[in-house]
């Protein structure tokens, strides 16, 4: 028997696609066009909580992690039991942040193992295999000088060479060089880092709701992916946060991202690969 065959129907003028369209496989013939890439949202740390009512405040705001100082001297200081208090109130995609400087091993193993999901940040003189040794992702704190020029260049920080000696982090956060540890709510002169650095930055010391546009808009293009993290520029006194100035940050740095995407021209990043 004669095998029968269902005839070709020609395509409605409607189905074909317009003359010379690309799929979204790269053939002719119809597909969405390739979306531009989005600028990256910024992502927000909230450093030195010690209250409740400062916890839920940066969580509300929309902040990615919160910080707790292990270091005894700060006046933000709590114990990692309290730590581990206060990171029990943060919903999931929150990261808690555990702040250490020149802590012995001893000491980071049992802090966090009270805070199992908790990322590391080192703050004083730890070498990369220091870090390492502890076995969990970490932050690695880099204090630069407030005024380079000023200091001269044999005292110029090398950022890309620091980067690559701590390849291992997660992320270099940039803080001001001060007495003593931590950036004290000073800042440093962004236009003086290097112009390409191959490595996650966050953008710290002395930032405020004032200034962390033109901190976002001058650090973002020199590395691959910018965070920021705030501590004194949200607060009432030491420790003691204040929610609309932390609804503030959070706005600007919002406004910032909102600013180089409106600008993608002025946004040349690094790969992330």
């Not at 029968?4 to 690309?22: K, N, W």
């Not at 390492?132 to 005024?147: S, V, Y």
């Not at 191959?198 to 962390?212: D, E, F, K, W």
């Not at 706005?251 to 993608?264: G, H, M, S, T």
Request: glycine share 8%.
């Amino acid at each position: 028997m004669k095998a029968i065959t269902a005839p070709t129907l020609p395509a409605s003028r409607g189905s074909l696609p317009p003359e010379g369209a690309q799929s979204a496989l790269g053939r002719p013939g119809g597909g969405f066009p390739a979306s531009p890439s989005p600028v990256e949202r910024t992502r927000i740390k909230i450093c030195g909580l010690t209250r409740e009512e400062d916890v839920d405040a940066a969580v509300a705001a929309g902040a990615d992690a919160v910080g707790f100082v292990m270091y005894e001297p700060s006046p933000r200081h709590v114990t990692a039991e309290r730590a581990a208090e206060l990171a029990r109130r943060l919903p999931p995609f929150v990261t808690p942040v555990l702040l250490f400087v020149n802590a012995s091993a001893t000491k980071i193993i049992a802090d966090c193992a009270r805070l199992p999901t908790a990322l590391l940040q080192f703050h004083g003189d730890e070498s990369p295999q220091t870090c390492l040794r502890a076995g969990r992702p970490f932050m690695r704190a880099a204090r630069i000088p407030l005024d380079e020029k000023a200091a001269g260049n044999e005292a110029r920080f090398d950022l890309v060479k620091y980067a690559e000696d701590f390849k291992a982090a997660q992320a270099i956060l940039l803080d001001a060089h001060v007495e003593g540890y931590g950036g004290g709510g000073k800042t440093f002169n962004w236009s003086l880092l290097p112009p390409s650095v191959n490595a996650h930055l966050v953008l710290s010391g002395g930032l405020t709701p004032a200034n962390v546009i033109d901190g976002i808009l001058q650090v973002r293009p020199r590395c691959k992916t910018l965070a920021v993290d705030v501590s004194s520029g949200v607060e009432i006194s030491k420790g003691i946060k204040s929610a609309d100035k932390i609804n503030q940050f959070v706005a600007a740095v919002r406004a910032a991202d909102e600013q180089l995407a409106k600008n993608p021209i002025h946004h040349v990043r690094l790969s992330p690969t």
